[in-house]
Every structure is written in structure tokens, then in C-alpha cells.
């Protein structure tokens, strides 16, 4: 994708089917890379217009309008001032609209009609409007607003969309192309004036016309924002942003004196000239209201009081329910498979450290990336449904209130309930929450929430030394044990995400001016897309992370080797044993000796290492159900100096809230350093969770001798 291939920008509110029009026109010529510093996707791709002419097109994040409040829309925002300023800019944008909801996505195509490019109106999901018997006539709404085209198309049904590419070939093929707009916002006088401070102050950073010029105040003045970006753009230095910053506050101030609301401003005149424009005109034959109650009536169930959750709740166990039984089966073979290719690799080379490093090293970290693949893929398959039809927007709307009380939103209860199966597609899935602070607390408390992988660790030590007792009658020990680790973990997070969203400061807040896009059949093409993009996303990304740990944890576990080749190696003598007994006096006051130690180092690589490595260290066979054999070495250690048994229900309990805290999954912590682009709240998660884990064991521990517990 060479710079000399005209570049058109897709742009539109989200859900009005971008990417479905970006993937017809692209085929499978797109690349996905994230923006410069941030994770927001930005896709690329080329479209074949005609055998000699090609153009680049660039899938904008989805917006409704170009007034910046999340990040997403930060970012449409920022590139539209630059393209304003005659950075970049495209050689034509193609405003996608949804006919069904024809005014209020005309919202941002007025906007971006303001830009000075030529614009395409994509009026896509006809097929819907037809359905309902509605036409809209295309022809009639190109004269009204003055844009270039308007081309009536389906991306579902794949028509139109010849259309689209003709008129896009005859914008870039025209040598000088009319760039019109036929509306424009009426300015009341009296506005006018109040505002003109600001007007003045940008005409002489600008050189565009008045109307364009009040347009920027008027931004300016909706959001604090606006101004951030505005100042970035034209390298404002301190001084100036200064008074700009004043002027605009006070304006803000005189205008809501006038008993207007400053933050409406723009929306209420905008939204006044689209009605004008469009009042005259018969342009559709019935009218939208119709598709509007039918999805309010089923919002009325879906977003009930108490309805509403229940539902959520019956979705969610199904969707958990299918991770684990429809996940098992493919890790089984990842697992056996990796086994295999390790097994092949021993036959096939000579014995020595290479080989040692290919397939203890190298297949082993391949194989603890790939094995939460399956996992990653059918959490992201369901998120991305529950996204397209459109009711994660209800579930936040629902759960918004709730969560807010402990600094997060609504839509971080998914993340969250994802944690249970694996931290890792949960802070994916945190992509889709606007406000940075929300997502970002909801990607510091996750790890908490106790994962699959936990659940060997705390099957082994309750196995082993949590009496199978009725408790009440009615409850288990065993069972009650395990719950509790559960909820110790949950309870956490949440008072961890209210305690430290005091701390974060917020980079723009996000209002819950959320809309509720009507429910939608997601498109099979898009979906499956989607969920590839974010697989191979982990395993690049959080991959080449993982693969470095995996090799430095295999060094620790398999140097130094002995000197002479009598002697066996095992994994005691390695630094892991050494570091193990080195820590020994660290975590001897929270019950722990050596061999725990090495079991908390090697379980960096992934939790449920923690029992294959005491396995070893006991030397027990691995005769497939080895937790019975290593259950019972457990049981018979002794303390040699007391002659009691070395591991005692309380050690096996401080053992389960050391797993229940501590930060033990590189993988997670890959994905984090990803998802945040800085390695600073990795690492600050690292040391919050450990400590927390070290202070949650002592206590067990330290309390529990306290009250004559062994
Ligand atoms: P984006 O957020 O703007 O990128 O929108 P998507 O391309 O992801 O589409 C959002 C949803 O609308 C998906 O579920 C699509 O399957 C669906 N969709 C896209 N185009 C059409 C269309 O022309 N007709 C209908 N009925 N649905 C569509
Ligand atoms: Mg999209």
C-alpha cells in the first residue's frame, strides 16, 4: 500500500455495518494495526476500483459525532481537524448512514460535511427499510444536503455496492471536484456574538471561512475537550492555550446564563437545521417510527427491573457453561498435540541443551499461549454477538448504575464475568468500555477474580487437607472451602476498583449518553473476522512475551546441570531450587518452606504449573492421575524437627489465598502491558497483587496459630 494510491476514509456511528462495507470493499486486502499508542484498531485495505485504479481505504472507529468523548471518538476527531487543516487528507469520505435511523446518523454526516472533502452517503441496512415496505429516495437527499452521492446499498445482502465503488471512482477520477454543502447551521445573532471571542481568537489561527470558524468555537465550547485537541493540532503554546481555556469558560458561562445549556449547543442548532432541511421533503414513504417501538418493546423485557438481570444472568451461565465444555475438548488436544511435537522433537535430535531449550523452552512457551486460544476464541465469539445485536448496550444501561458505585461501568460486568474462565479475553473484552479510568480499573482488579487455572491448586490442597465434613447439616467443608476462594477473590476486586478509582485521575469522562442502536442480526462474516483479529492478536502480541518468560523460567528450572553425568539432575539443585530456598526465610512466617517456593516461582509460567512442580519435587510418577500420588506425599512430609506433618489444613488454606492474590500469569500480564501500551500497570499490578497475597497468607497463617489452629 504504496502513499500514492488515493486514501477515502469510512466513516459513520458505530453499528451502522463500517465494517461490513469496509470487508465488501476490501476482500481480504485489509491490515489491522492499532493507532499510534493506543489500542484502538485501526484496519487498512485496498479496494480495486478498476483494473488499473486502486484506493486505499481506512476503516474509521465509529462515532456520532465529531465532538470528542471517548476515546474512539477522540481519535475520529482529532484526525478530522488535521484533514481540516490539510494534514492527510483523504481524497473522499464515505459517510456511512443507517437508512432505519435516517436523522440521527445525518447527525455526523453534516459534520463531516463540513470538512471540505467530498462525501459519499453509504445509505446501508436497506434491506431493513425495504422490509418494512419504506423507500427512501436517494436522489431527493443528495440534493437536499449537497453531498456528492447517495448510494442506496445492503451490505448484508451484498447490493449497492457497485454502485458505491463507481461513484468512488468518479470522485477520484474528476479533476476538480465541487465540494459543496447545501445546509448549514442558522447561528442565532445574539449567539453569534457571545461566542465571537472565541471565533476571533481561532479565525486568526485559521484561514477558513466564518461558518467553519464558528463551527470550531461552538466545538470548543460543547467540550473541554475539543480544545485539548484543537491547541495539539495548531501547536498553541501555553499562553495561548491559556486564554483560549478562559475565553472559552467564560463563554461557556454567558451562554448558559442565557438559560441555554452550553453543552448542547451545537447538537441543539445542528439538530434544528437537519429538521429544516428534511421537514419539506417527503423523503421516506412512511414513517421510522414504527421499527422504533418494536425494539422498545423488547427492551421493555430486556431492560426490565428484575426481568432484565435474570435474563443476563441465564445468559451468562450458558455462555460459561459452553466456554468450559466445548473449550475442553480442543485444549486437551493443543495439550496432547504439544506433547507430541515435543515428544517428536526428543527422537529427532541428540540429547543437549538445545534440544532441551527447543522443547522444554520454546514448544512448552508455544504451548501455554495456544492453550488459552479456545478459550479466547469462544468468549470472543459470544462477546462479539452480544455486541452486534446490540444488547451489551442494554446489559450496560442495566448494570451502570450498580457498577459506578465502585468506579466502574456497566459495561465492565462482562470483562469481569469472563475472568472466571480467564483474565486474558476479559481484558481484551475491556476494549468496548469509552472511558479510559473505567477500563483501566476493570483491567487492574480482574486478575483477582479467581480463573480456571486456580481451580488445580485449590482441588489439590482441599483434596488433601480440608476434612470432607457436613457443616450446617446441609453444606460440605470441602465445597464451603471452595466457594469461599471464590468470593474472597470477587469481594476483593470490588473493594479494590472502589478504593483506588480515588486515585486514578479520569482522562475525560465519559457521560452515559449511551444510545441504544436497535437489535440486529450480527453478519456471520464480520463476526468470524472479529474473533480471528483478536486471536491473532494474542498470540503475536502477548506471544512474544510469553515466549521470553517461558525461556528465562526454563533456564531457572534446568541450570546449572550437575558436573559430572552420574549424577541426576533435578529440579532442587537448578536456580529455581536455589531461589526456592533462598525465599525460604521470606515465606517461612506464612507456612511456607522451599518447596512451596519453587512451586510459587514456576507457577509465574501459568498457575496450575504449581502441582506438576511439587509433583516433581516429591518425585512422584506421573502415572496420569498423579494428584492421588502427590495428595498423599503431601500428607506424609514431616516436619523434621517437630515430627509432626509438615502441611497442615492451615497451610493448605494460606497456600489457597497466596493463589487466590497473587499475580502468577505472565500471559495476563502480557495482555496488560498490550491493552495499556506501558509496562508501568503491569508492573504496578504485579506488586499490588503480590503484596496483597503476602499480607492475605500472613494473616491465615499468623491468625490461625494465634487461635491454636494447626
Ligand atoms: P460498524 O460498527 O459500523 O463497523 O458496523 P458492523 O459492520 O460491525 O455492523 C454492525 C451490525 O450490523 C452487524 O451485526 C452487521 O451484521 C449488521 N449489518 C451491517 N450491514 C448491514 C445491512 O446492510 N443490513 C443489515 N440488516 N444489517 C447489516
Ligand atoms: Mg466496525
Given at each position: 500500500?504504496?502513499?500514492?494510491?488515493?486514501?477515502?476514509?469510512l466513516m459513520g456511528n458505530p453499528n451502522s455495518g463500517k465494517t461490513a462495507i469496509f470487508n465488501?470493499?476490501?476482500?481480504?486486502?485489509?491490515?489491522?494495526?492499532?493507532?499510534?499508542?493506543?489500542?484502538?484498531?485501526?484496519r487498512?485495505?485496498?479496494?480495486?476500483?478498476?483494473?488499473?485504479?486502486?484506493?486505499?481505504?481506512?476503516d474509521m472507529p465509529g462515532?456520532?459525532?465529531?465532538?470528542?468523548?471517548?476515546?474512539?471518538?477522540?481519535?475520529?476527531?482529532?484526525?478530522?481537524?488535521?484533514?481540516?487543516?490539510?494534514?492527510?487528507?483523504?481524497?473522499?469520505?464515505i459517510?456511512v448512514?443507517?437508512?432505519?435511523?435516517?436523522?440521527?446518523?445525518?447527525?455526523?454526516?453534516?459534520?463531516?460535511?463540513?470538512?471540505?472533502?467530498?462525501?459519499?452517503?453509504a445509505?446501508n441496512?436497506?434491506?431493513?427499510?425495504?422490509?418494512?415496505?419504506?423507500?427512501?429516495?436517494?436522489?431527493?437527499?443528495?440534493?437536499?444536503?449537497?453531498?456528492?452521492?447517495?448510494?442506496?446499498?445492503?451490505a448484508?445482502?451484498?447490493?449497492?455496492?457497485?454502485?458505491?465503488?463507481?461513484?468512488?471512482?468518479?470522485?477520484?477520477?474528476?479533476?476538480?471536484?465541487?465540494?459543496?454543502?447545501?445546509?448549514?447551521?442558522?447561528?442565532?445573532?445574539?449567539?453569534?456574538?457571545?461566542?465571537?471571542?472565541?471565533?476571533?481568537?481561532?479565525?486568526?489561527?485559521?484561514?477558513?471561512?466564518?461558518?467553519?470558524?464558528?463551527?470550531?468555537?461552538?466545538?470548543?465550547?460543547?467540550?473541554?475537550?475539543?480544545?485539548?485537541?484543537?491547541?495539539?493540532?495548531?501547536?498553541?503554546?501555553?499562553?495561548?492555550?491559556?486564554?483560549?481555556?478562559?475565553?472559552?469558560?467564560?463563554?461557556?458561562?454567558?451562554?448558559?446564563?442565557?438559560?441555554?445549556?452550553?453543552?448542547?449547543?451545537?447538537?441543539?442548532?445542528?439538530?434544528?437545521?437537519?429538521?429544516?432541511?428534511?421537514?419539506?421533503?417527503?423523503?421516506?414513504?412512511?414513517?421510522?417510527?414504527?421499527?422504533?417501538?418494536?425494539?422498545?418493546?423488547?427492551?421493555?423485557?430486556?431492560?426490565?427491573?428484575?426481568?432484565?438481570?435474570?435474563?443476563?444472568?441465564?445468559?451468562?451461565?450458558?455462555?460459561?457453561?459452553?466456554?468450559?465444555?466445548?473449550?475442553?475438548?480442543?485444549?486437551?488436544?493443543?495439550?496432547?498435540?504439544?506433547?507430541?511435537?515435543?515428544?517428536?522433537?526428543?527422537?529427532?535430535?541428540?540429547?543437549?541443551?538445545?534440544?532441551?531449550?527447543?522443547?522444554?523452552?520454546?514448544?512448552?512457551?508455544?504451548?501455554?499461549?495456544?492453550?488459552?486460544?479456545?478459550?479466547?476464541?469462544?468468549?470472543?465469539?459470544?462477546?462479539?454477538?452480544?455486541?452486534?445485536?446490540?444488547?451489551?448496550?442494554?446489559?450496560?444501561?442495566?448494570?451502570?448504575?450498580?457498577?459506578?458505585?465502585?468506579?466502574?461501568?456497566?459495561?465492565?460486568?462482562?470483562?469481569?464475568?469472563?475472568?472466571?474462565?480467564?483474565?486474558?479475553?476479559?481484558?481484551?473484552?475491556?476494549?468496548?468500555?469509552?472511558?479510559?479510568?473505567?477500563?483501566?480499573?476493570?483491567?487492574?482488579?480482574?486478575?483477582?477474580?479467581?480463573?480456571?487455572?486456580?481451580?488445580?491448586?485449590?482441588?489439590?490442597?482441599?483434596?488433601?487437607?480440608?476434612?470432607?465434613?457436613?457443616?450446617?447439616?446441609?453444606?460440605?467443608?470441602?465445597?464451603?472451602?471452595?466457594?469461599?476462594?471464590?468470593?474472597?477473590?470477587?469481594?476483593?476486586?470490588?473493594?479494590?476498583?472502589?478504593?483506588?478509582?480515588?486515585?486514578?485521575?479520569?482522562?475525560?469522562?465519559?457521560?452515559?449518553?449511551?444510545?441504544?442502536?436497535?437489535?440486529?442480526?450480527?453478519?456471520?462474516?464480520?463476526?468470524?473476522?472479529?474473533?480471528?483479529?483478536?486471536?491473532?492478536?494474542?498470540?503475536?502480541?502477548?506471544?512474544?512475551?510469553?515466549?521470553?518468560?517461558?525461556?528465562?523460567?526454563?533456564?531457572?528450572?534446568?541450570?546449572?546441570?550437575?558436573?559430572?553425568?552420574?549424577?541426576?539432575?533435578?529440579?532442587?539443585?537448578?536456580?529455581?531450587?536455589?531461589?526456592?530456598?533462598?525465599?525460604?526465610?521470606?515465606?517461612?512466617?506464612?507456612?511456607?518452606?522451599?518447596?512451596?517456593?519453587?512451586?510459587?516461582?514456576?507457577?509465574?509460567?501459568?498457575?496450575?504449573?504449581?502441582?506438576?512442580?511439587?509433583?516433581?519435587?516429591?518425585?512422584?510418577?506421573?502415572?496420569?492421575?498423579?494428584?492421588?500420588?502427590?495428595?498423599?506425599?503431601?500428607?506424609?512430609?514431616?516436619?523434621?524437627?517437630?515430627?509432626?506433618?509438615?502441611?497442615?489444613?492451615?497451610?493448605?488454606?494460606?497456600?489457597?489465598?497466596?493463589?487466590?492474590?497473587?499475580?502468577?500469569?505472565?500471559?495476563?500480564?502480557?495482555?496488560?502491558?498490550?491493552?495499556?501500551?506501558?509496562?508501568?500497570?503491569?508492573?504496578?499490578?504485579?506488586?499490588?497483587?503480590?503484596?496483597?497475597?503476602?499480607?492475605?497468607?500472613?494473616?491465615?497463617?499468623?491468625?490461625?496459630?494465634?487461635?491454636?489452629?494447626?
Open positions: 500500500m504504496d502513499n500514492k494510491t488515493p486514501l477515502i476514509a465488501l470493499l476490501t476482500g481480504m486486502n485489509q491490515k489491522v494495526s492499532n493507532y499510534p499508542g493506543i489500542t484502538v484498531e485501526q487498512r485495505g485496498n479496494a480495486q476500483l478498476t483494473d488499473t485504479c486502486a484506493v486505499q481505504i481506512m462515532t456520532y459525532s465529531l465532538t470528542p468523548e471517548s476515546l474512539d471518538e477522540k481519535i475520529v476527531a482529532q484526525q478530522t481537524l488535521k484533514w481540516l487543516n490539510g494534514i492527510d487528507r483523504p481524497a473522499a469520505i459517510s448512514v443507517d437508512a432505519g435511523n435516517l436523522s440521527r446518523n445525518l447527525y455526523l454526516t453534516s459534520q463531516v460535511m463540513e470538512l471540505g472533502i467530498p462525501v459519499i452517503i445509505l441496512m436497506m434491506d431493513r427499510v425495504k422490509k418494512k415496505n419504506q423507500n427512501i429516495d436517494s436522489k431527493e437527499l443528495q440534493k437536499i444536503l449537497g453531498v456528492h452521492a447517495v448510494v442506496p446499498m445492503s448484508r445482502e451484498k447490493w449497492g455496492i457497485n454502485e458505491l465503488q463507481s461513484e468512488l471512482l468518479n470522485v477520484i477520477t474528476k479533476a476538480n471536484i465541487e465540494v459543496s454543502t447545501h445546509i448549514q447551521m442558522e447561528i442565532p445573532k445574539e449567539i453569534e456574538k457571545i461566542i465571537s471571542p472565541i471565533s476571533e481568537f481561532l479565525y486568526d489561527k485559521n484561514n477558513h471561512d466564518n461558518y467553519i470558524t464558528n463551527v470550531q468555537a461552538l466545538r470548543i465550547i460543547t467540550r473541554k475537550s475539543a480544545l485539548e485537541l484543537y491547541s495539539e493540532c495548531k501547536n498553541l503554546t501555553g499562553a495561548e492555550i491559556k486564554s483560549l481555556t478562559l475565553l472559552r469558560d467564560n463563554v461557556a458561562h454567558e451562554i448558559d446564563e442565557l438559560g441555554l445549556n452550553h453543552r448542547i449547543l451545537e447538537a441543539t442548532l445542528r439538530f434544528e437545521m437537519l429538521d429544516n432541511a428534511l421537514k419539506d421533503h417527503t423523503l421516506i414513504n412512511q414513517s421510522e417510527i414504527k421499527n422504533q417501538s418494536r425494539s422498545e418493546r423488547v427492551d421493555k423485557i430486556l431492560t426490565h427491573k428484575w426481568v432484565g438481570p435474570l435474563i443476563f444472568i441465564t445468559l451468562l451461565y450458558g455462555i460459561f457453561q459452553s466456554i468450559f465444555t466445548w473449550a475442553t475438548i480442543p485444549m486437551q488436544y493443543i495439550d496432547s498435540a504439544v506433547g507430541y511435537l515435543g515428544n517428536y522433537c526428543v527422537q529427532l535430535f541428540s540429547p543437549g541443551i538445545l534440544r532441551d531449550l527447543l522443547v522444554e523452552g520454546i514448544i512448552s512457551g508455544v504451548g501455554a499461549i495456544l492453550i488459552f486460544l479456545p478459550q479466547i476464541l469462544i468468549l470472543m465469539f459470544f462477546m462479539t454477538i452480544l455486541e452486534d445485536t446490540g444488547y451489551m448496550a442494554r446489559v450496560a444501561f442495566m448494570m451502570d448504575k450498580l457498577m459506578n458505585k465502585i468506579g466502574l461501568h456497566g459495561k465492565s460486568v462482562l470483562p469481569l464475568m469472563s475472568g472466571y474462565a480467564c483474565a486474558i479475553p476479559g481484558i481484551m473484552a475491556t476494549r468496548t468500555i469509552d472511558s479510559w479510568k473505567e477500563r483501566l480499573i476493570t483491567i487492574i482488579v480482574l486478575p483477582l477474580i479467581s480463573c480456571s487455572a486456580r481451580l488445580p491448586v485449590y482441588t489439590l490442597m482441599i483434596g488433601a487437607f480440608i476434612p470432607n465434613k457436613p457443616i450446617l447439616g446441609f453444606l460440605n467443608l470441602q465445597g464451603l472451602t471452595m466457594v469461599l476462594m471464590y468470593f474472597l477473590g470477587t469481594v476483593t476486586a470490588m473493594v479494590i476498583a472502589a478504593i483506588i478509582s480515588r486515585f486514578i485521575e479520569e482522562k475525560g469522562k465519559s457521560s452515559f449518553v449511551m444510545e441504544m442502536p436497535p437489535y440486529r442480526m450480527p453478519l456471520a462474516v464480520s463476526l468470524f473476522r472479529q474473533v480471528y483479529t483478536r486471536g491473532k492478536l494474542f498470540v503475536i502480541n502477548a506471544g512474544k512475551i510469553i515466549m521470553a518468560i517461558s525461556i528465562v523460567l526454563w533456564f531457572l528450572a534446568s541450570f546449572p546441570k550437575p558436573d559430572s553425568d552420574e549424577e541426576s539432575f533435578s529440579i532442587q539443585n537448578s536456580y529455581a531450587g536455589k531461589i526456592g530456598h533462598a525465599i525460604e526465610p521470606v515465606i517461612a512466617p506464612l507456612g511456607f518452606d522451599w518447596k512451596i517456593g519453587v512451586g510459587l516461582i514456576t507457577s509465574f509460567a501459568a498457575r496450575e504449573v504449581m502441582v506438576s512442580t511439587l509433583a516433581t519435587l516429591y518425585n512422584v510418577e506421573d502415572e496420569g492421575d498423579d494428584f492421588v500420588g502427590i495428595t498423599e506425599a503431601l500428607k506424609n512430609e514431616v516436619n523434621p524437627l517437630t515430627g509432626l506433618p509438615k502441611y497442615t489444613p492451615l497451610v493448605a488454606l494460606s497456600i489457597m489465598v497466596f493463589y487466590v492474590y497473587a499475580a502468577q500469569c505472565m500471559a495476563t500480564f502480557a495482555i496488560v502491558k498490550n491493552e495499556t501500551n506501558s509496562w508501568k500497570w503491569p508492573l504496578i499490578m504485579i506488586v499490588y497483587m503480590t503484596g496483597l497475597a503476602y499480607i492475605g497468607s500472613l494473616l491465615v497463617y499468623q491468625g490461625g496459630q494465634m487461635l491454636g489452629f494447626t
